[in-house]
């Protein structure tokens, strides 16, 4: 069964308060090359059948119309991720 | 007049709204998201609360319920609404007000009495009031923080949408002020304070004549009352 990843970030230029508290604990365990930390969302979405170019666009719509807020975050990434994916390693 | 107020999963502050709408003189009417019914209301006020345990984001999932199709066509018709602290971050997330509310800067839940500046009396809501009126009403809130880009926040100042500015203290970061907002027509007016928790004698904010005699408050719900007979 294929998998659909969309990943969600916020907005580079937005403060991301959660991102910034788990820098400060970071920090407190004293990992100092760690700058700065940013929380996104990773999506799977699970597909019956196989991704088509149909699917797909409705996907890229949905991942902008819903699963992001485009005001406060960018969808950094859609990709198609075959079930089998690391299996045959 | 009768005045809806919606109850989402995980609303909290529906059950408030309607005794406020009762207090405000006009007949409060329980309206349910699974519903595709407004059930005749001439008004309606989405509540506080958690919404869908916030998932997504706050107010993200309410705001495609089923009964959100009819609340946008009516608010796009001209029918008052009111967002609420959770009733807010669904209307933005709903497209009827621009921006979005995220994660308060500091990054703790706040909850302390609030004053608040009236920016402005065009709308059904705030009618009642005086322009630069200074209220106090209570706010709890762990995702208040307004952001626009700076396009959308002067094109808010410049057609005088901004409706309230947090006064004395900006207890979430948010950009210019703003604890709420109004859109062009009017009709729908969005803010992350609680008006519905300072509308009755003794469970308000403290003011200077008593402990918890403010019903600063109680202007929005009489105001949209007044709204309903203009038009």
């Not at chain 1, 149909?54 to 485009?70: G, R």
């Not at chain 2, 402005?120 to 923080?145: H, M, R, Y």
Request: charged share 25%; with cysteine.
């Amino acid at each position: 069964m294929p998998t659909i990843v969309v990943e969600v970030m916020p907005k580079a230029e937005l403060l991301d308060p959660a991102g910034k508290a788990v820098a400060g604990a970071l920090h407190r365990l004293g990992h100092d090359r760690i700058s700065d930390v940013r929380i996104g969302k990773r999506f799977e979405l699970h597909v019956d059948g196989e991704v088509d170019a149909e699917l797909l666009a409705a996907v890229e719509k949905v991942a902008t119309d819903m699963l992001a807020n485009t005001v406060i975050e960018d969808v950094v990434a859609v990709e198609v991720r075959g079930e089998t994916a690391g299996a045959s390693a | 007049m009768r005045v809806g107020v919606v109850t989402f999963p995980g609303s909290l502050d529906d059950r408030d709204a309607m005794r406020a709408v009762r207090l405000a003189g006009g007949e409060p009417v329980a309206l349910w998201h699974g519903e595709h019914d407004l059930h005749g209301v001439d008004a309606i006020v989405l509540p506080g609360g958690f919404s869908y345990g916030d998932y997504l984001r706050c107010g993200a999932i309410a705001a495609r319920s089923p009964i959100m199709a009819e609340v946008i066509d009516a608010a796009n018709a001209g029918t008052p609404v009111l967002g609420i602290c959770n009733g807010f971050q669904i209307l933005v997330e709903a497209h009827l007000l621009p921006g979005g509310l995220i994660r308060n800067d500091h990054g703790d839940f706040i909850r302390r009495d609030q004053r608040l500046r009236v920016e402005s009396t065009d709308s059904a809501w705030t009618n009642g009031f005086e322009v630069g009126q200074e209220i106090t009403i209570p706010l709890k809130n762990g995702e208040g923080g307004y952001i626009a880009d700076e396009a959308t926040l002067d094109r808010l100042e410049g057609e005088g949408l901004v409706a309230f500015r947090y006064l004395d203290v900006n207890p979430n970061g948010s950009l210019r002020d703003i604890a709420g907002l109004r859109n062009e027509r009017g009709n729908v007016v969005g803010l992350m304070p609680h008006p519905e928790h300072a509308v009755e004698p003794g469970f308000g904010p403290d003011t200077r004549e008593a402990m918890r005699s403010g019903v600063d408050g109680l202007t929005f719900f009489t105001s949209v009352l007044t709204a309903s007979v203009l038009s």
